[in-house]
């Protein structure tokens, strides 16, 4: 039987794993970490991350085939193949701080794989890493290896949080870079075999370590440039009365654009994007590119932009105040069907308004009150790191609160902002809701999903980013 360990039980080595155990009944799989509460939540009926399917997943294998453990070293050791996906965060000090990725997590991995090894081993980069990364984790093993062979794999995940498991079951595409020599081949083969399995052949494509290492960094960048790139038109339509969805669905009719991921918004969220381009513009600085490293930062101006953008409206319409105002913010993760806050635009969104004064009442199906507060007191790129390593607990803002439904956050609120796209958003009763609140009431829709016109005729002034503006914005411009 192949045995494979993970090290990091989080949102892609927990559902990774699972997929792979479920779909390889013969191979055991063993998920491990060093954070106990998470390994207990992985062992309990409530995971420690959602996403819909896997709990269903993890159910048909837990026990069987899969396993989840804080024994880190005798899995390491007993496992043919070892995927390393631990976390990659930003650097906050030293040399490239704010930009370059922190190795610490991946390289103290790499020395116990080193220090525990008895027999050879794969070991496959899921972590998304700079490019060369592999080389340093290659340098790491053989300079300790004890006469043992190590092949070093760079297999990255392109899964999306809330889609996780519908990802990993049918992948665009399944990246295996290794080396060019035979002991590389034959690694890649065996990686090749295990995701087989599920995966049709010609999904699975095959390279170099560098170019797999890249194109995990290109195709979050391509990512996210989109999505800067219609959000940059979105201003421009709300100053010219075009309208930024069918702006999008035009040119998305262009089979050589395509419709996808052209959702103008508050801006894009999650612990990847940024933290994926930050570490590709610093690789460019690097190599002495700073003009390509200066086109990509630009993709990272402009969803902050975007962001202030959105508050400077939402103060500049309430009468360019929002002073003791009871603001409600419906949806705090970074985007719906998952409980992730990693980098959401919630968090400066919210920060803006607080700025401004606003008394905030937040709710989120999926997010509790220790999170958001967290998350609203903790320092740039300090949330990637782990808990004992951030700083002392982060004292909770006064002018916040968090309560569990939507018509409590309105009532008696002088505006609603809509920061993330749950669907029961749009089948809110909204004239229930405009009669409990302060009037003018304002909905500042920062996800696109709610039906303009009908609120408006309920009464509400509606702020629909990209869209035609309401007379009432147009005579209250808000300087970005
Ligand atoms: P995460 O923070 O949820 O999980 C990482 C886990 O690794 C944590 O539970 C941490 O305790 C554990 N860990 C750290 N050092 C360890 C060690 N030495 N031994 C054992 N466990 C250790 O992170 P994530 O979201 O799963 O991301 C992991 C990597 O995958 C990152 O490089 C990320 O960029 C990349 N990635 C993430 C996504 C995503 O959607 N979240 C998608 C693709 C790639
Ligand atoms: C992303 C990549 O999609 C995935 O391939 C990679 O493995 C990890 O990073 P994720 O961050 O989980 O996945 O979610 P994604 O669906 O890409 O959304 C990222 C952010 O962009 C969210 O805040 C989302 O709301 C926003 N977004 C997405 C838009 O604003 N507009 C769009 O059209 C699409």
Redesign the pocket.
Known sequence: MVKICCIGAGYVGGPTMAVIALKCPKVEVVVVDISVPRITAWNSDTLPIYEPGLDDVVKQCRGKNLFFSTDVEKHVAEADIIFVSVNTPTKTRGLGAGKAADLTYWESAARMIADVSKSDKIVVEKSTVPVKTAEAIEKILTHNSKGINYQILSNP??????TAIQDLFHPDRVLIGGRETPGGQKAIQALKSVYAEWVPEDRIITTNLWSAELSKLA??AF?AQR?SSVNAMSALCEATGADVAEVSHAIGKDSRIGPK???A?VG???S??QKDILNLVYICECNGLPEVATYWKQVIKVNDYQKTRFVNRVVASMFNTVSGKKIAVLGFA??KDTGDTRET?AIDVCKGLLGDNARLSIYDPQVNEDQMQRDLTMNKFDWDHPIHLQPMSPTSVKQVSMVWDAYTAAKDAHGICILTEWDEFKTLDFQKIFDNMQKPAFVFDGRNIVDADKLREIGFIVYSIGKPLDPWLKDMPAVA
């Open positions: 995940e392109f899964l999306a949080e809330g195709a979050n990512l999505i991921f052209l959702n918004s894009f969220g999650g990847c994007f970074f985007k635009p």
